[in-house]
């Protein structure tokens, strides 16, 4: 597999930087987020007003958050946004008030089953307002009065996302997105922002056939408003990609497209079998990250999301147990492999037709067994067999590499080798 040596330790280090960011759908932590990608990859903002109609949606007003807090009798902060950003409802209305704690409480959100984590809740499409806290600690508080405040407002702005687009050579173009709008949590969503701008950057020196776009965006309002806004140029998506989940130390998960079969799909696949690390892979289902809107019947694009666990499905998902020690450099730069290596099968996966297809070209007089070299010469034998016989003009070199169930490279070597010996040509 195609590694980038240190990457791991330079994409933990860059999920540490943004990690302190309090993001949310629209605001300065989304910004500033945007602001730290742009310093390491071509990234072009846009900005969408709110009040704008995205389909069935409307882009937000913008949420500022200066402090938020409340304070026991003695006028200690027993919660404190400053000391950790999931402490707040995320997208919280202003309030500031005095009550007891049975008025409080319901505005309070714990997890009796996880009493040391503070769980990660927002109010994005309703008004309210409230605090999170580790369930021992509201344990601990005592009955009487509490002086409450979110300091922040809602107001008339607008919605930023980013944008990175590697050029190919070609017209087809791959769509790789990562949500970018949780606050202070690292493996759902810093782990994929990091590894998507490392990809971007391998990329950018590979001079691929593909077009590369990379969108950082808020979570479904921010998918849904970058299509409403490309609908036009949906239809050169051969390949997409949802990227989360990418640091922690489980094996990999693949959700596959709406289709199914698409050749993204297959690529992973074939990709993950070969690594040999653990993975599993789930059909489509309309939940889940940004795939739902990709995959909508009316854009229905092959999309699929690649994650290492599945998110919703371990204990530290969406509380502040997500944190810097959850994910390791060594899953995030082998997560980073397992991307390049599907990127470099979507970049050489042709179909090609057999300019000798009336039994087998006579490969030894050809030179074609004498420059085999390496440790797997059996296998290269196999692969320039499987292709000749499979390159009817109806099988691509990854439909061959899964029939013969050989790695991908193998197979695209020994189509490079027969067609430089005329024996193929491109379908
Ligand atoms: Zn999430």
Same mark, same amino acid.
């Given at each position: 597999?195609?590694?980038?040596?240190?990457?791991?330790?330079?994409?933990?280090?860059?999920?540490?930087?943004?990690?302190?960011?309090?993001?949310?759908?629209?605001?300065?932590?989304?910004?500033?987020?945007?602001?730290?990608?742009?310093?390491?990859?071509?990234?072009?903002?846009?900005?969408?007003?709110?009040?704008?109609?995205?389909?069935?949606?409307?882009?937000?007003?913008?949420?500022?958050?200066?402090?938020?807090?409340?304070?026991?009798?003695?006028?200690?902060?027993?919660?404190?946004?400053?000391?950790?950003?999931?402490?707040?409802?995320?997208?919280?209305?202003?309030?500031?008030?005095?009550?007891?704690?049975?008025?409080?409480?319901?505005?309070?959100?714990?997890?009796?089953?996880?009493?040391?984590?503070?769980?990660?809740?927002?109010?994005?499409?309703?008004?309210?307002?409230?605090?999170?806290?580790?369930?021992?600690?509201?344990?601990?508080?005592?009955?009487?009065?509490?002086?409450?405040?979110?300091?922040?407002?809602?107001?008339?702005?607008?919605?930023?996302?980013?944008?990175?687009?590697?050029?190919?050579?070609?017209?087809?173009?791959?769509?790789?997105?990562?949500?970018?709008?949780?606050?202070?949590?690292?493996?759902?969503?810093?782990?994929?922002?990091?590894?998507?701008?490392?990809?971007?950057?391998?990329?950018?020196?590979?001079?691929?056939?593909?077009?590369?776009?990379?969108?950082?965006?808020?979570?479904?309002?921010?998918?849904?408003?970058?299509?409403?806004?490309?609908?036009?140029?949906?239809?050169?998506?051969?390949?997409?990609?949802?990227?989360?989940?990418?640091?922690?130390?489980?094996? %990999?998960?693949?959700? +596959? *497209?709406?289709?199914?079969?698409?050749? =993204?799909?297959? !690529? #992973?696949?074939? $990709? &993950?079998? @070969?690594?040999?690390?653990?993975?599993?892979?789930?059909?489509?289902?309309?939940?889940?990250?940004?795939?739902?809107?990709?995959?909508?019947?009316?854009?229905?694009?092959?999309?699929?999301?690649?994650?290492?666990?599945?998110?919703?499905?371990?204990?530290?998902?969406?509380?502040?147990?997500?944190?810097?020690? %959850?994910?390791?450099? +060594? *899953?995030?730069?082998?997560?980073?492999? =397992?991307?390049? !290596? #599907?990127?470099? $099968? &979507?970049? @050489?996966?042709?179909?090609?037709?057999?300019?000798?297809?009336?039994?087998?070209?006579?490969?030894?007089?050809?030179?074609?067994?004498?420059?085999?070299?390496?440790?797997?010469?059996?296998?290269?034998?196999?692969?320039?067999?499987?292709?000749?016989?499979?390159?009817?003009?109806?099988?691509?070199?990854?439909?061959?590499?899964?029939?013969?169930?050989?790695?991908?490279?193998?197979?695209?070597?020994? !189509?490079?080798?027969?067609?430089?010996?005329?024996?193929?040509?491109?379908?």
């Amino acid at each position: 597999m195609i590694g980038v040596p240190g990457a791991g330790v330079a994409m933990h280090a860059l999920i540490a930087e943004l990690y302190p960011i309090c993001r949310s759908i629209t605001g300065a932590g989304l910004r500033q987020t945007l602001a730290r990608i742009a310093r390491e990859i071509p990234l072009v903002v846009h900005e969408v007003p709110s009040g704008t109609r995205v389909f069935d949606w409307t882009v937000p007003r913008e949420w500022t958050i200066r402090d938020a807090w409340v304070r026991d009798a003695a006028g200690r902060r027993v919660i404190d946004f400053q000391r950790h950003n999931l402490h707040v409802v995320n997208y919280s209305v202003p309030v500031r008030a005095r009550m007891t704690l049975a008025e409080l409480r319901p505005h309070l959100h714990t997890l009796p089953d996880q009493p040391d984590a503070i769980p990660y809740r927002t109010s994005y499409y309703k008004e309210s307002w409230g605090f999170c806290l580790a369930h021992r600690q509201l344990e601990q508080m005592p009955e009487g009065e509490y002086e409450v405040c979110i300091d922040a407002d809602l107001h008339d702005g607008h919605l930023s996302y980013g944008e990175c687009l590697v050029p190919g050579s070609g017209p087809d173009e791959v769509l790789i997105s990562c949500h970018a709008c949780h606050p202070s949590l690292c493996d759902d969503n810093l782990s994929g922002i990091a590894v998507a701008v490392f990809a971007a950057r391998a990329l950018a020196q590979a001079r691929p056939r593909h077009s590369f776009r990379f969108v950082f965006l808020p979570g479904t309002i921010g998918a849904i408003t970058w299509l409403s806004r490309n609908e036009d140029r949906v239809g050169s998506i051969r390949h997409g990609l949802v990227l989360t989940c990418l640091g922690d130390r489980g094996g %990999f998960t693949y959700k +596959r *497209s709406r289709r199914g079969n698409a050749p =993204v799909d297959a !690529a #992973v696949e074939h $990709v &993950l079998r @070969h690594t040999g690390t653990a993975h599993r892979t789930l059909d489509f289902s309309p939940y889940g990250y940004d795939e739902r809107q990709y995959n909508s019947p009316g854009f229905n694009l092959p999309v699929g999301c690649l994650m290492r666990s599945e998110h919703g499905r371990f204990p530290q998902y969406h509380t502040s147990l997500d944190d810097l020690d %959850f994910v390791a450099p +060594r *899953s995030l730069e082998e997560s980073l492999a =397992v991307l390049l !290596a #599907v990127f470099q $099968v &979507l970049e @050489h996966n042709r179909t090609f037709r057999n300019l000798n297809p009336k039994c087998e070209p006579q490969l030894g007089r050809r030179g074609l067994y004498s420059g085999l070299g390496g440790t797997d010469i059996r296998q290269q034998e196999l692969a320039m067999l499987w292709v000749l016989n499979l390159s009817d003009g109806d099988h691509d070199l990854l439909s061959i590499a899964q029939r013969a169930d050989l790695p991908f490279a193998v197979v695209a070597e020994a !189509a490079r080798r027969l067609a430089a010996h005329d024996l193929l040509a491109p379908a």
